[in-house]
């Protein structure tokens, strides 16, 4: 038979702006392995790959399911007694509106069905510079243009609302809340959330509010929810059991629409399509909603406590350590030093996997102010481990940078 030389199928050209700077790393991180060295990671979210171990009830409530045969599919939506339990804790963070819930494969489908169902082609949404990437990979997955808004580091990473009304246009449907915000670790103050909330209702948007971490303030603050503050404006909250339960590997999130009945219902039928589209979250680990919500949350109190500690650590180096000045963070378990480097911040990072076996994420990674450099910690290991990557850190920048 006669044979043709094989063509090279190509990837569709609007995955050329689809990165995620925290996995990317690995290939450093794989030469750095292959010679031997241990890698001291502080790039990944990952509570379970350190000290903090899943809450014992919630293990055995997803055993029981399996054993009884609930490994079936389950509805769309999610089970019954999982979507009670999140709208019993909707009401709990006083949420008044609520219109309806479902659940996810994580926070992350609950964010690409959410931006799926709300822009058309050519319409944008407003999402936070810096910002978790997996924003601005679905976007340029359904092929729709970046509007970014700053946070302001010399003011605690605060949204810019300044910036924020600058760059809203015909074409903005809404406006992405990372609360507490990845990769800063900043916490909203009611104070944002009402201004926020008010330039949402002027401008008839929707707000995705992202609080997938709002068990986790480290301060004294009481955690705000964006759709109690304003129970009218369309809303949908994103929750999950990944971080404040310590479960990212059973994958489950959840989302929860709130506003005026009439306002949503279109954006959240399409939602629900989409839904049921994809079948169903992972059924039997949702049996761990309820427990996980209505249960005991002792397991809170001793996570604060490391975070806590763990922060205040990461803070004091960072500022002790020239050329390094950093926010202290308020919330979630990330911090994001400023650098003053000569050249990029993805050559410090790529430089310190390399020489000192240190794994961070460059800022760049997250997007950042033009003319500002950056890199995002992750303070989940223990204080000596924290220690001694800070030590390799310092030790870099003197040798590299003096």
């Known amino acids: 038979m006669p044979t043709t030389q094989s063509r090279e199928i190509a990837a569709a050209s609007r995955l050329e702006n689809v990165r995620y700077a925290i996995r990317d790393l690995a290939c450093y991180a794989d030469e750095v392995a292959k010679q031997g060295h241990k890698i001291l990671p502080l790039n990944i979210g990952d509570p379970n790959v350190f000290d903090f171990e899943t809450p014992a009830h919630m293990i055995e409530a997803v055993y029981k399911a399996m054993r009884e045969g609930k490994n079936g599919y389950a509805p769309s939506s999610g089970l019954g007694q999982a979507l009670d339990a999140i709208r019993g804790e909707a009401a709990r963070k006083g949420i008044t509106t609520v219109q309806d819930v479902f659940v996810t494969s994580g926070v992350s489908e609950t964010v690409d069905l ?38 302001n580091e010399e003011d605690g990473w605060q949204p810019d609302l300044e910036d924020i009304k600058r760059k809203i246009t015909s074409r903005t449907r809404g406006i992405v809340l990372i609360n507490p915000n990845n990769p800063t670790g900043s916490v909203c103050t009611r104070k944002m959330l009402e201004e926020i909330a ?71 039928e399409g939602i629900q399509k989409l839904l049921r589209a994809r079948l169903c979250a992972n059924h ?27 922060r205040d650590l990461t803070v004091k180096t960072c500022n002790s350590t020239p050329r390094i000045s950093c926010v202290s963070p308020r919330g979630a378990f990330y911090a994001f030093p400023r650098i003053d480097i000569p050249e990029g911040d993805d050559v410090f990072v790529r430089e310190l996997i390399l020489q000192k076996h240190v794994m961070v994420v460059h800022g760049s990674g997250f997007g950042q102010k033009p003319g500002t450099k950056h890199f995002r910690i992750v303070f989940l290991p223990d204080e000596k481990t924290l220690a001694q990557a800070y030590a390799a850190i310092a030790e870099l920048m003197r040798e590299r940078y003096r």
Not at 129 to 141: E, G, I, N, T
């Open 284 to 310: 039997p680990e949702q049996y761990a909603i309820k427990p996980a919500l209505e249960g005991p949350q002792d397991h809170l109190i001793e996570v604060r406590r490391k975070l806590r500690s763990r």
């Open 198 to 268: 008010e330039l949402a209702r002027r401008n008839n948007l929707v707000i995705l509010a992202d609080e997938i971490y709002d068990k986790l303030i480290l301060d004294d603050d009481e955690p705000v929810a964006m759709a109690a503050v304003a129970p009218d404006v369309p809303v949908v909250t994103f929750g999950g059991l990944s971080k404040n339960y310590l479960a990212p590997g059973w994958r489950i999130g959840w989302g929860v629409v709130s506003g005026d009945a009439a306002a949503v219902k279109p954006y959240n």
């Open 114 to 151: 959410c931006l799926a169902a709300l822009l058309n082609p050519g319409e944008d949404i407003l999402t936070p510079c810096p910002d978790y990437p997996l924003y601005s990979a679905v976007l340029a997955k359904l092929g729709l243009p970046l509007n970014a808004y700053y946070l």
